[in-house]
């Protein structure tokens, strides 16, 4: 029985730029040993979703900025806990 390898997203995007590059289909499925509908199924897929590749980079910085403004909002409300409690010990004594 032949083993089937796994083919990470990066491996298929390079190997489809190839073709779309110029390169023969044949030769490159040879190559990496896959099958030519198999190559042409992973084309098609980068060619429909190819447009969300400009997506990632926006979604990507606003999450970053979102985390950023998360954890000021933490230490700030850390510290506003802190002083809050010397008051409270203050006031006890």
Not at 58 to 87: G, N
Request: proline residues 1%.
């Amino acid at each position: 029985m032949v083993k089937r390898r796994k083919w990470s997203s990066k491996e298929k995007s390079r190997i489809v730029l190839e073709g779309l590059r110029g390169r023969p289909v044949a030769q490159i499925c040879q190559e990496h040993q896959i099958s030519q509908s198999m190559y042409y199924v992973w084309r098609d897929q980068l060619l429909t979703h190819m447009d969300k590749a400009f997506e990632v980079k926006k979604v990507d910085q606003r999450e970053v900025y979102q985390q950023k403004q998360v954890e000021k909002m933490k230490q700030i409300i850390a510290d506003l806990t802190i002083e809050l409690k010397k008051s409270d010990e203050e006031e006890w004594r």
